[in-house]
C-alpha cells in the first residue's frame, strides 16, 4: 500500500493557508491538497492501493473511507498522554467522536463508508481490519461487519 500522510504532507510542503491559534492547528489549503494529492496517487507503481491517512482524508477523492473510532472516554486518555495537546484539543476531539462528526462528514460524501471501532484494539489488529475491507472491497464484497451506524456514544459528551 501507499500511505500518504496528510498532516505530514501538509506540514512539509507548506499546504495550508494559515494558523488557527485558538485550536492549534494549521489550516490546509483543500485546492492545493487536492492537486498535491492527485499528483501523488499518478505516481503509484500500478497495482498498488493508495491510503489517504489524516482527520481530512474524507474531504477528498476516494473509492472509500474507512474511519477510525474509539471510545470517547479512550479517545481522552490517549489524547491525555500528548503534551502537545491542551485540554481545550483534548475536548474537541473527544466530543467530535461522541457526536459522530467525521462519520456525519463521511456519509455526507460517499456511499462506501466503513468504520473501524478501535477502543480496544491494538495496532496490527486495525491494520488487519483495514486490509479485510479493502481486500472485501476489491473482490466486490461490502464488509457488512464494519458498516457505519452500529457505535452510539452520545452519551460521553463532556459538557
Not at 473510532?69 to 466530543?95: F, H, T, V, W
Not at 456525519?104 to 484494539?121: A, G, L, Y
Request: aromatic share 6%; net charge negative; hydrophobic share 40%.
Amino acid at each position: 500500500y501507499h500511505i500518504i500522510d496528510l498532516h505530514k504532507l501538509i506540514l512539509d510542503e507548506k499546504i495550508y493557508t494559515g494558523r488557527d491559534e485558538s485550536r492549534d492547528t494549521y489550516i490546509a489549503d483543500m485546492e492545493r491538497l487536492k492537486t498535491r494529492v492527485a499528483e501523488l496517487i499518478g505516481q503509484t507503481p500500478e497495482g498498488m492501493d493508495t491510503i489517504l491517512e489524516g482527520h481530512i482524508s474524507h474531504y477528498l477523492p476516494a473509492d472509500a473511507i474507512i474511519v477510525l473510532r474509539a471510545s470517547p472516554i479512550a479517545l481522552r486518555k490517549r489524547l491525555g498522554k500528548r503534551r502537545e495537546y491542551s485540554y481545550g484539543k483534548i475536548k474537541e476531539n473527544s466530543d467530535a467522536e461522541a457526536l459522530d462528526v467525521i462519520l456525519v462528514e463521511s456519509v455526507e460524501t460517499s456511499d462506501r463508508v466503513f468504520e473501524i471501532n478501535t477502543t480496544d484494539m491494538n495496532l496490527i489488529s486495525v491494520v488487519k481490519s483495514m486490509i479485510e475491507i479493502i481486500e472485501s472491497l476489491k473482490k466486490g464484497k461490502v464488509p457488512e461487519e464494519y458498516l457505519p451506524g452500529k457505535m452510539n456514544w452520545i452519551d460521553q459528551v463532556e459538557l
